[in-house]
């Protein structure tokens, strides 16, 4: 008599949670948005297209897709839990979006976009799928042009800033140097630091990517907030660089190259050793780590 016991079959292990096991209603939601938003979202591809301070903007939504993608994972094992406060914001981010076409403010209408992401995120998936997302949505303001009257307040600080710096490392370098303002006076010609010489364009593209770098390359939060507020000095000392190369070559070499060739070329140059100061600086950070840990 054989006295084992009968095998029992084994039951399947659950398969990993999808994200949505029809995807008609996200796309029929996403065309929607698509619609309601196509005017705004048509006026920020030509801001992005013709205003080189955001030409940035272009490539940061694809990185915002690519960080919410990182996270599928997390985002597979979170089951959904909607919640009618998501149906709220909504509301709250159409009446935003309808005030900012009214009063004809770009910026209003567009964060709206973004608050109408996240109320969607809430109302289908609940809080804990919306905190995995809230980097990828937030990381999408980089990609807003800042309101005309924040930017003029914010830039012209920047232009004396930078003028201050480069005239003072002009005269360290023996240069005869007199600043009035945003104008730095040359034995050669003037040297007027513009607006588009501010460095509001390295700051906010290197405050960007000092976001993605500490989410890639750093664990620690603080650390990554670190380097995202140190991105902001790096950039304003950057362009000061920038600023006394040109001035460099206006003083010893030919005025018109200095202003014309190199002042474009350099850009790119200072904005990759504004990167490589980044990286050195997180080196620093990562050098000060191991110091605490040894005994």
């Known amino acids: 008599m054989n006295c084992m016991p009968p095998a029992v079959a084994a039951e399947p292990s659950p398969g990993p949670i999808k994200l949505a096991a029809k995807p008609w209603p996200v796309i029929v939601m996403a065309v929607l948005v698509l619609?309601?938003?196509?005017?705004?979202?048509?006026?920020?591809?030509?801001?992005?297209?013709?205003?080189?301070?955001?030409?940035?903007?272009f490539v940061v939504p694809l990185i915002s897709l690519f960080l919410a993608y990182r996270d599928r994972a997390r985002l597979a094992a979170i089951p959904p839990k909607p919640t009618w406060t998501g149906l709220f914001i909504v509301a709250l981010a159409l009446l935003q979006l309808l005030a900012g076409v009214m009063a004809a403010e770009l910026y209003l209408s567009r964060t709206s976009g973004i608050l109408l992401l996240a109320g969607i995120t809430l109302a289908f998936w609940g809080w804990r799928r919306l905190r995995v997302l809230a980097l990828p949505l937030g990381f999408l303001l980089f990609a807003i042009p800042i309101?005309?009257?924040?930017?003029?307040?914010?830039?012209?600080?920047?232009?004396?800033?930078?003028?201050?710096?480069?005239?003072?490392?002009?005269?360290?370098?023996?240069?005869?140097?007199?600043?009035?303002?945003?104008?730095?006076?040359?034995?050669?010609?003037?040297?007027?630091?513009?607006?588009?010489?501010?460095?509001?364009?390295?700051l906010l593209s290197l405050g960007a990517l000092a976001v993605v770098y500490g989410v890639f390359l750093e664990k620690s939060v603080a650390r990554r907030v670190v380097l995202v507020l140190a991105s902001v000095p790096i950039a304003i000392a950057s362009n000061a660089v920038r600023i006394v190369g040109t001035g460099l070559c206006v003083q010893y070499w030919d005025p018109d190259k200095a202003l014309g060739f190199f002042h474009e070329f350099s850009g790119w140059v200072i904005f990759l050793f504004s990167l490589a100061m980044l990286y050195a600086f997180h080196k620093a950070l990562s050098l000060i780590g191991v110091r605490k840990e040894l005994p």
Request: with cysteine; glycine share 6%; hydrophobic share 50%.
């Open 147 to 202: 309101p005309t009257l924040l930017f003029s307040q914010i830039t012209f600080p920047l232009q004396l800033l930078a003028s201050r710096l480069a005239a003072g490392l002009l005269a360290l370098l023996q240069v005869p140097v007199l600043r009035e303002g945003n104008v730095i006076y040359l034995s050669a010609m003037p040297l007027d630091v513009a607006e588009a010489c501010s460095g509001i364009r390295g």
């Open 35 to 57: 619609l309601l938003y196509r005017a705004v979202l048509v006026k920020l591809f030509h801001d992005w297209w013709n205003d080189p301070d955001f030409s940035h903007g």
